[in-house]
């Protein structure tokens, strides 16, 4: 007992010991915590002061210290998003830009087309100044009929042997003039033999818009187009667009079309069928609601045509997704057919209204200089200044510059957009 009472005695001194020793270091970490909270506030009132001092060496505060670096953090990654675009673009076009060269200037090469320019007004020729009296009739009632019955202007004037049909729908316009040609050749010239004359005179134009619709179709080697559609087609030839006779397009779309699908090894009956219906929908855009790209796509589908060729005629203006290569080929085919030096031609008001449109466009973008559109409006060149726009910069305005123009202006083709941004160095030799 006395043994275990002695080893008690010592457990119990080490145990003192010990709680003696833990006592000591938790004083010596109360001590330490203490020695670095006087640390950390030194630390804190050191860096206010430091916040302080380059504040006043500065001359600005956090908050214009925080916005300017976030400000530099954005344009270097501008920066650094124009270089990767320009890094894109330059392994694409090295890709693609050779072959979409070769295939459409092969089909250019291969096709040259004649265009019809067609007037708002016809001329009939008369025998004899007697029959104008004839065709106005007692009272006017033979001409008036026949501007009832035609839908269009009989203008008699002092002309000579002369009188012009005015209108602006093309197709009434030549069924009136072959209307008045069968009734000067028959003599026999009132109000009911009118009536019946421009009856006749429309079926008989109806046949022949089914034939033109036939040898466009026969023309390119498309087979098995419904009879409706091939109506529209042969309408096409007295449509026409910016002075471009729309039936004489079609054809050219439809060759384009049919070349480029032969070297990129898809179906090019089916390109040279998109392309033949591609603008159909432009003789029905008077009487239904809608694009005629969209209205045209309809009547297709509902006249059974594929899906292929429906979908490259809704969105061969891009108002539709454009899902298949051959929606692609049609809308590549109508910009080389209308843009083509001499294709089409605009009223002079417009073609300068162009022009200030596409300068005004450029003016609005901060740091450009001067801009000039050349080459009658298919092209912009901007000249910027060098010392606000950098030559990352330059990629960005051209795209932006380049979305604006698609968005606020109307124009067939496309507009080609060149930023230049030159340095000069001036010295003087005295």
Known sequence: MRERASELERRASRAEKRDEEFARREGRLDGRERELLEEAAQAEATAAQL???????????????????????EQESRRALAERIQEVEAEVKERAEQTAKNII???????????????????????????????????????????????????????????????YNPIRREVAKAA??????????????????????????HKIIRAAGEEAAREVGVAGIHPEILKLLGALKYRTSYGQNQWQHAIEVSFLCGMMADELGIDAQTARRAGLLHDIGKV??????????????????????????????????EEVPQETVY???????????????????????????????LE??????????????????????????????????????????ARKIES???????????????????????
């Open 284 to 317: 029905m855009d008077q009487t239904a609601d809608g694009s005629h790209a969209v209205i045209g796509a309809e009547f297709a589908r509902k006249h059974g045509e594929t899906a292929l060729v429906v979908n490259a005629i809704a969105s061969h203006h």
């Open 105 to 167: 200037s092969m089909a250019i090469q291969r096709y040259a087309g004649e265009y019809t320019c067609e007037r708002t007004v016809s001329m009939v020729t008369l025998p004899s100044d007697e029959m104008k009296g004839r065709i106005i009739g007692r009272e006017g009632r033979n001409i008036r009929a026949l501007e009832a019955a035609t839908g269009v202007d009989f203008i008699i004037d002092d002309t000579p042997d002369t009188i012009v049909i005015s209108a």
């Open 360 to 401: 005004r466009i450029s003016n609005s973008f901060p740091g450009v200089d001067r801009c000039y559109a050349v080459q009658a409006g298919r092209e912009v060149r901007v000249l910027v200044e060098n010392s606000r726009i950098s030559d990352e910069e330059a990629v960005l305005l051209s795209r932006g510059l």
């Open 180 to 205: 008045l040609e069968s009734l000067l050749e028959d003599g026999r010239i009132h109000p009911s033999r009118i009536e019946a004359v421009v009856k006749k005179s429309e079926a008989e134009f």
């Open 327 to 357: 929606a692609v080929l049609a809308q590549a085919a109508d910009a080389i057919s209308g843009a083509r030096p001499g294709a089409r031609r605009m009223m002079m008001a417009n073609y300068t209204q162009r022009l200030t449109d």
């Open 51 to 73: 916040a302080r001092d380059l504040e006043r060496l500065s001359g600005l505060t956090e908050d214009e210290a925080r916005e300017q670096l976030l400000a530099r953090v």
């Open 408 to 430: 606020e202006m109307s124009y067939p083709g496309q507009i080609k957009v060149t930023v230049i941004r030159e340095t000069r160095v001036v010295d003087y030799a005295r």
